[in-house]
């Protein structure tokens, strides 16, 4: 059972930045793309941003391009989700999930396609 422990967010004003770190831990067999979706309050949980962590190759949802970036320590077993330029409409619970199987071509982008996440991580962006 893989386990996954996302931390690093907070209250930041709009504007700003934040880290997430997602650390994951246990036996990961045969699965390559690490995601990050993100919650609001009375919203479903969406899309934000994968890696393929084999060859560090990312895809973003439109709404955080060029803003967020996604990346990977194979050594430290953890991926990270690098956001700049927050804005208010970012305010969301944030999780990262391991997909299931592994994907050679594309990314997964919905939730069923996941099936461990962690507990998730508030980021407030105050406008």
């Known amino acids: 059972q893989v386990q996954l422990v996302e931390s690093g967010g907070g209250l930041v004003q709009a504007g700003g930045s934040l880290r997430l770190s997602c650390a994951a831990s246990?036996?990961?067999?045969?699965?390559?793309?690490m995601g990050w979706f993100r919650q609001a309050p009375g919203k479903e949980r969406e899309f934000v941003a994968a890696?393929?962590?084999?060859?560090?190759?990312?895809y973003y949802t439109d709404s955080v391009k060029g803003r967020f970036t996604i990346s990977r320590d194979n050594a430290k077993n953890t991926v990270y989700l690098q956001m700049n330029s927050l804005k208010p409409e970012d305010t969301a619970v944030y999780y990262c999930a391991l997909a299931k199987g592994y994907y050679s071509v594309g990314y997964p982008t919905r939730r069923n396609e996941y099936d461990n996440w962690g507990q998730g991580t508030q980021v407030t962006v105050s406008s």
């Open positions: 246990g036996r990961i067999f045969n699965r390559n793309v």
């Open positions: 890696i393929r962590w084999t060859i560090s190759s990312t």
